[in-house]
């Protein structure tokens, strides 16, 4: 059995057997297949700039840019078993190389399942995602998380979607940093120009505890994105532009107390960060397979924690193919 695989059993074991039975019942309860599931392949071929070399979830920053090669690779599938009930499935991976900074070379390895069901009411729905991460081509990070969620088309132009989440994160070198994490939250769409336009306004509350309390934190994530398409020369176009903001506030400072000049300890406040995040992205479709897509963030991190506060802005260009 993989890491991955172990993880997934030993962390989610009970809650597992629960989807599993809820899902069973929902299958057992629908009539004949109504539709083919559908399959789905992705191919993107990169290169991106970072200007600060980083990993964020180790406050570990570099100061230096670099250059880096990336490949996602992806397969998604769909089974509508009703017209009310719907079943979806992907596994992805994702490669980036440095040109220099090796030790910053990142594979991520995800899976995750859906099912939903539409009642006449609102849609109601239950997902689980798991992610192997590897720095350097050494394990770095094991996540896991479950989300039941429930949504609403209002009407063509009002979509509404609540969620709650419960995620397990593993570091393979730093236990002390391990935490079980949960948000509530929810989401707010409005369509126009025929669904080819929408705004998006989120908001989630979290709260992660981890092993050592000076990682545990308490903490709002608001969100926001518009998306546009439209056909420019003759190729269909899409942009997008979005927006992040954290305020995390921790129950430690994140290190550990100090002598001052007397030798006398000294209290340190505890962690505060505020994190914001823009994106803006286009997308150029040069035929039913192939797409062409440049993108550039800028990210904000501002922390009490000196490793902790940098800003970084990552540009890229791919080329995307989807089958």
Known sequence: MSKLAKFFATKYAPLNVGIGALLGSLLLSQP?????????????????????????????????????????VGAKTEWAATDKFKLRA?????????????AFDLDVSRGNVDASYDFSALTLGVSHDVALARLDQ???????QTRLYASKLMSQNLY??????????????????DAD????????????????SFVSLGLDR????????????EGVNLRARWSHKFTLLGFESQTQL???????????PGLEPRANAFGETEALPNRADRQQHWEAKWIVGLNDYVSLAAKIDYADYRSNLDSASYQETVSAVQLQTRF
Not at 208 to 213: D, N, P
């Open 32 to 72: 004949a297949l109504a539709q083919t599931p559908s399959l789905n392949l992705q191919l993107d071929l990169g290169a991106e700039y970072d200007s600060n070399v980083s990993v964020k979830e180790l406050d570990r920053v570099t100061n230096v840019g670099d250059w880096a090669g990336v490949i996602h």
């Open 90 to 102: 992907g596994i992805y991976h994702d490669h980036k190389r440095y040109a220099e900074f090796d």
């Open 138 to 144: 050494q394990d770095f990070l094991h996540l896991a």
């Open 160 to 177: 509404l979607r609540g969620q709650f989440t419960q995620q397990v994160k593993n570091f393979s070198d730093q236990p002390e940093r």
């Open 181 to 196: 994490s949960q948000l509530w939250g929810g989401d707010i769409y409005w369509f126009m120009n025929q669904a080819k």
């Open 206 to 217: 979290e709260d992660e505890v981890a092993q050592q309390h000076n990682y545990s934190y």
């Open 242 to 252: 979005g927006w992040r903001y954290s305020d995390r506030d921790y129950q430690g």
